[in-house]
C-alpha cells in the first residue's frame, strides 16, 4: 500500500465515525483521464474529506508555507499535495497543475482560494477557470455540505462533469468559465442542503 493509501485509510477511519459523511453521486466521477475537481471550501477537514470520498486519488495545492513545517512539509508530497504562493500568480503551482491533469490524474481545488467566513459559497477565483480552459480535463463539481459538527452528519455531493467546450471553443476569459464551475457547485448546495 502506498503512502497515500495508508494515510486515507487512516484518516477515513478517523474522521468517519465523527462526521458520519454521505456521499452522493460517486458514480458521476470519470473513471480514468484528467480531472478538474472543484469544490466549496468550508472548512479546514474539506482537503481530507474530498480526498477519502474521491473514487480516485486527488493532487491538492497547498499553502507554501505548509512545506516550511519540519515533519508536514516532507509529508505532504507523499500523499499527494504540491506548494502554491498565494495572494499572487505563481506558475510554478500553475504547470504543476496543469502537468497532473495532463498525466491523466485529479487536480482538486477549492475555487473561494479560501474557508467561507460564513459557511456560504463565495465568488470564486480564476484559477478554477484557467486549469478548465488551458486543460482537456474534465470538470467536477463538488459540494461539501455541513457544518462540520461531531456526530451530525455532512454530505459530499458530486456532480456529473460541467460541459466547457462551448466556452473553450469561443476562448472564454477563465473568470467566466469560474462563474460557470461556482453555479454548478451552488446549483449541487441547493439541491442537496
Known amino acids: 500500500m502506498t503512502l497515500y493509501g495508508f ?3 487512516a484518516v477515513n477511519a478517523v474522521l468517519k465515525p465523527i462526521y458520519r459523511y454521505e456521499v452522493i453521486g460517486r458514480e458521476n466521477f470519470p473513471k480514468e483521464g484528467g480531472v478538474l475537481l472543484c469544490a466549496n471550501h468550508i472548512d479546514n477537514l474539506d482537503p481530507p474529506v474530498v480526498g477519502i470520498t474521491a473514487p480516485r486519488p486527488v493532487y491538492f495545492m497547498a499553502k507554501e508555507e505548509l512545506f516550511n513545517v519540519p515533519v508536514l512539509g516532507k509529508l505532504l508530497p507523499k500523499i499527494h499535495a504540491f506548494p502554491v504562493k498565494r495572494g499572487m500568480s505563481d506558475r510554478e503551482a500553475l504547470r504543476n497543475g496543469l502537468k497532473i491533469i495532463k498525466e491523466g490524474n485529479v ?3 477549492f475555487p473561494e482560494g479560501t474557508r467561507s467566513k460564513n459557511g456560504e ?3 470564486g477565483l480564476a ?3 484557467f486549469f478548465a480552459l ?3 480535463a ?3 463539481p463538488c459540494a461539501i455540505i ?5 456526530f451530525r ?3 459530499v455531493v458530486y456532480g456529473k462533469p460541467i460541459n466547457i467546450q462551448e466556452l473553450r471553443d469561443r476562448k472564454a476569459s477563465a473568470e467566466e468559465t469560474t462563474d460557470m464551475i461556482m453555479n454548478e457547485i451552488r446549483t449541487l448546495i441547493d439541491a442537496y442542503r
Open 134 to 136: 488551458r486543460s482537456s
Open 7 to 9: 494515510a486515507r485509510s
Open 127 to 129: 484559477g478554477a477557470g
Open 146 to 150: 455541513g457544518p462540520y459538527k461531531p
Open 121 to 123: 459559497l463565495g465568488k
Open 153 to 155: 452528519k455532512i454530505k
Open 138 to 140: 474534465e470538470v467536477v
Open 107 to 109: 487536480l482538486g481545488l
